[in-house]
């Protein structure tokens, strides 16, 4: 029993995951930036189980024009979208649906109102994606992780 709890120490914080924050607002200034950033990194190590380290948060901002609902171009309001890059299988329903809750949380308290803010989490495989030139199956064999 000890031995498979210290496996699952070892496990939590060692995952990458990429963060991209699409907000509609090309001068969004940069300390709502930076809290988006902050924020989301923030997010991965606590619903997640990231490592914050392993965390790459890119906040881009498009104009409204740019940005389409419906077939057409947003007008009125502010809108955003998040989607999360994880590793598939290594977290749990209530883990992902705690990172949704919370990061369109984030988002409200950060932006104001919005008129839709979408969250979505991608499981990608292992080999699939990874950091620093390693895939996630790589680093996990490297680091003697099991998943």
Aim: aromatic letters at 6%; one cysteine or more.
């Amino acid at each position: 029993m000890r031995s498979g709890a210290h496996r699952q120490q070892r496990q939590v914080g060692r995952d990458h995951v990429t963060v991209t924050v699409t907000v509609t607002d090309p001068a969004l200034p940069a300390d709502v930036r930076r809290t988006l950033a902050e924020g989301m990194t923030g997010l991965a190590v606590s619903a997640l189980r990231k490592s914050g380290a392993r965390t790459i948060v890119h906040v881009d901002l498009v104009p409204a024009e740019r940005y389409y609902v419906d077939g057409r171009p947003l007008t009125g309001g502010l809108d955003a979208h998040v989607e999360a890059t994880i590793t598939v299988g290594t977290n749990s329903a209530a883990e992902k649906a705690a990172f949704i809750a919370e990061a369109g949380d984030l988002m409200t308290k950060a932006l104001g109102p919005l008129a839709r803010c979408g969250v979505a989490p991608h499981e990608l495989h292992p080999e699939s994606y990874g950091y620093d030139g390693v895939t996630q199956f790589d680093f996990y064999r490297r680091e003697g992780i099991r998943r």
